[in-house]
């Protein structure tokens, strides 16, 4: 079976990868993660997919980025 050869995941608001699939995980692999607001009442949202074996964010390859408004209302900073 095909496995992928690094974690892929979202840089964090911390310049940290935050691991949604790990390495070694078997393909077609999928993934979830909470995300929860940084900043007070953050109204928009960004992400960065990268991969990579480094833990901090900067170290590893960039697969493409998104950003988007919540629908829910903005919530207080640390709320899911």
Do not use: K, M, W
């Amino acid at each position: 079976r095909n496995r992928t050869l690094f974690d892929i995941g979202l840089r964090s608001h911390d310049d940290v990868l935050a691991v949604i699939i790990p390495r070694g995980s078997a393909l077609p692999a999928s993934g979830r993660v909470l995300l929860t607001s940084s900043r007070p009442r953050q109204p928009a949202l960004e992400l960065e997919l990268l991969c990579g074996l480094r833990y901090a964010a900067a170290g590893n390859f960039a697969l493409g980025r998104g950003s988007g408004e919540l629908r829910e209302p903005a919530a207080a900073r640390g709320l899911p």
